[in-house]
């Protein structure tokens, strides 16, 4: 996909991205602690039946399960050799799911580690932290590459750069923020935005932390102060977590549409859910935009 065709999709109206993976995989069955990435690996069915469900519900693009598949936090999980496999065989298992019927995006997400001199990585080590998994999912042949949960415009850049570097395809970033728009390494979501439009980014928006309803003043700044297309896929609202370390979300499937459509009208045009949703949460969504 070339990034003016992905800009061509915004003409008939949004584009629908899918829900939550990582919560419904523990509702699966998933153990809590686990890599997630090779967890779903060893279950194809699981994740093929989600990535189904969601296209089924309305979906026009869908994450592929390589989050954290990176170097460095599989390394972190004594998993560093199966940095090419886990990008190779996660895509095709969700390419495999859709059959054609939606965009395949190759995830990625932060390492968690701030750059020098607030920590201890470099850009240097964090670029090809970077390249190495998007070469991978770019051989893997992902549709474009969807960025998302970041922390700092630090490594939101390094992104950038690798994805130059290593591609042509369209590029997504979503930063994990609070309701009024701050960064958790610091700065303001909207100032980061604007920086990575320059650098080529094809959309820029907000993903986890917090549910749509907290977000209108957010996205609004975003669209009043950005030309590409605002990112929104947000949680189902506040968790809260039982004596068993399950997490149940506060926001109905009804609310949380009524919410993102809200979202939509004050700017967000690439949405979707986070943590918490279901494909019920995305066919209510598609439902009330008509």
Known sequence: ??????????KNGPIILDGAT???LRLQGMPPGVCSELWVNEHPDILMKLKKDYV??????????TFLANRFSLTSMGLES??????????????????????VAGNLSTTSQPLEPFGTMTYEKLL?????QISY????????????????????????????AECKLPLTLSFTCEGDGSLYFGG?????????????????????????????????????????????KPNAGIPQIDEKGVAHYSMDADTFAECMKNLYEKGASVIGGCCGTTPQYIAKMCHILG
């Open 22 to 24: 990582g919560s419904n």
């Open 128 to 132: 090809d932290i970077y390249k190495e």
């Open 1 to 10: 996909m070339t990034k003016q065709e992905f800009r061509n999709l915004l």
């Open 188 to 232: 303001s979501i909207v100032d980061a935005a604007v920086t990575l439009q320059e650098m080529g980014a094809d959309s820029v928006g907000l993903n986890c932390a917090v549910g749509p309803d907290q977000l209108e003043a957010v996205v609004r700044n975003l669209k009043n102060n950005l030309d590409i297309p605002v990112l929104a």
């Open 82 to 103: 199966e940095v090419k496999r886990l990008n190779l065989e996660n895509v095709k298992m969700a390419k495999d799911a859709v059959e054609g019927r939606a965009l």
């Open 137 to 164: 999912l770019c051989e893997a042949g992902v549709d474009y590459l969807a960025a998302e949960t970041l922390l700092s415009l630090d490594e939101a850049m390094v992104i950038c750069d690798a994805a130059a």
């Open 56 to 65: 089924d519900a309305g979906s026009m693009a869908v994450y592929a399960p």
